[in-house]
Each structure stands twice: as structure tokens, then as C-alpha cells.
């Protein structure tokens, strides 16, 4: 059974960079997608990067582009987040999430919705 296990949040001061990892466990990757999501208190679910087979895609949320970027050690099988000049309104906790998108675009590698299997979370907070 695939699992996914997310490691590396904590607090930063806002400016601060931080990289979170997903390590994925438990079965093929090959043909899945790899994408970060995060909620915050009172918010809904929102897609922040999204990685393709391959690694031959990324998509990345608006709030998120030209601060994150998305990437993957294939002999960790580790998926990482890494995010510079970190906002307090990137408070949050960020999930990884993975799956097979059979007809994808980037609403729907952003969206959640076709990922099977998700980590538990962690928490990112980011102080003013």
C-alpha cells in the first residue's frame, strides 16, 4: 500500500525559506503524479505545486509562483517542497498527495480531487 510521510515543517520568520519532504513508500511511482496542498485554519484545501511523471511538468499555484519550486530525488523516492520569501499567509498545513491523473491539466493537477493517496501533514508557520 502506497504512503507518503511528510517531514521537514516548523516555524520560519517571513522572509525565511523552508523545504519540506514527502517520502513515498509502498509501491510503483512511475506513472503518478507527486503535489503539495495546504489548509489553513478556516480555509479550504488549495493546490500549491504539482509534479508530473517524469517530472516533466510542474504546475504551481498563483499565490505560490516564483517561490516554490517543486522537485524529486527518484533514488530517495522523496518529493520535495522547497519555498523562499515565505509569507505569513503561507501559514498552513501542507499535505502531499499522490495518483494517477488519467486526463490531466493543471486545474486538475492542482485540484485534489483524483489523488488517491495523501500523507498526514505537517505544519508550516510563518511569523511576521
Known amino acids: 500500500q502506497v504512503q507518503l510521510m511528510e517531514s521537514g515543517g516548523g516555524s520560519v520568520e517571513a522572509g525565511g525559506s523552508l523545504r519540506i519532504a514527502c517520502r513515498i513508500s509502498?509501491?510503483?511511482?512511475?506513472?503518478?503524479?507527486v503535489a503539495w496542498f495546504r489548509q489553513a485554519p478556516g480555509k479550504e484545501r488549495e493546490g500549491v505545486a504539482a509534479?508530473?511523471?517524469?517530472?516533466?511538468?510542474?504546475y504551481y499555484a498563483d499565490p505560490v509562483k516564483g517561490r516554490v519550486t517543486i522537485s524529486q530525488d527518484n533514488a530517495k523516492n522523496t518529493v520535495f517542497l522547497q519555498m523562499n520569501s515565505l509569507k505569513p499567509e503561507d501559514t498552513a498545513m501542507y499535505y502531499c498527495?499522490?495518483?494517477?491523473?488519467?486526463?490531466?491539466?493543471?486545474?486538475?493537477?492542482?485540484?485534489?480531487?483524483?489523488?488517491?493517496?495523501w500523507g498526514r501533514g505537517i505544519q508550516v508557520t510563518v511569523s511576521s
Open positions: 498527495a499522490a495518483g494517477f491523473l488519467d486526463n490531466w491539466s493543471e486545474p486538475v493537477a492542482l485540484g485534489g480531487e483524483k489523488y488517491t493517496h
Open positions: 509502498g509501491g510503483p511511482q512511475s506513472q503518478n503524479w
Open positions: 509534479l508530473s511523471p517524469g517530472a516533466t511538468i510542474t
